[in-house]
């Protein structure tokens, strides 16, 4: 999943969301270091990604994605994810508009930055400035973000195929998946902690 995703997945406890935000910057069992909710937040992080990844649904999506994107159509069904959030965010969420959501992430980021990796408050700064969780759902400012990503993978990386290869599957057929998809982690999930 994608940072919209385990947004909207780790749900509203502040400390959770924090750990949960910078879960991909915190290796092995550096966790441990960090204050008991955030720690918290960077365990559910890997739980959201371990769930999404071994999903059956995510395997045929990706496996789909697979003959365009090659080793990248992982990040490219994280990255669809998203995309897919931003358009039915109001199905997914219905108690929150999008913008209104990700303003209220954001404040609640931007007061806990400091706890945060350098690279982690990086991303952030620029993910704020740029309004990037409130764009996804646009393809052409997806692609800005494939684009953007593949300037930076050392190996020749082709996310910028990424609708390339929604359109030979079927966006409607990926897009069903997705929604059955997060609707089963978030139920699994309130299972655990508390939900929005």
Known sequence: MNY??????????PDLMVGNFMG?????????????????????HRWIDSEADAHLLSQASRADLRPILGRMSGVGLDLLHDYFLARNFNQILPQ????????????????????MPDRTQRFFTAMSEHRWLKEYGERGKMLQVCTSMDARIAWDSNLNELFKAVDRVGEAALEARFLELISDLMNRRSEKWPSW
């Open 4 to 13: 919209l995703a385990h947004l909207v997945i780790g749900g509203p406890d």
């Open 24 to 44: 991909d910057s915190i290796k092995g069992s550096a966790h441990s270091m960090l204050p008991k909710g955030v720690a918290a937040g960077v365990l559910l």
């Open 96 to 115: 929150w508009q999008l913008e209104s959501f990700v303003d209220h992430v954001e404040s609640i980021l931007a007061q806990r930055k400091n706890e």
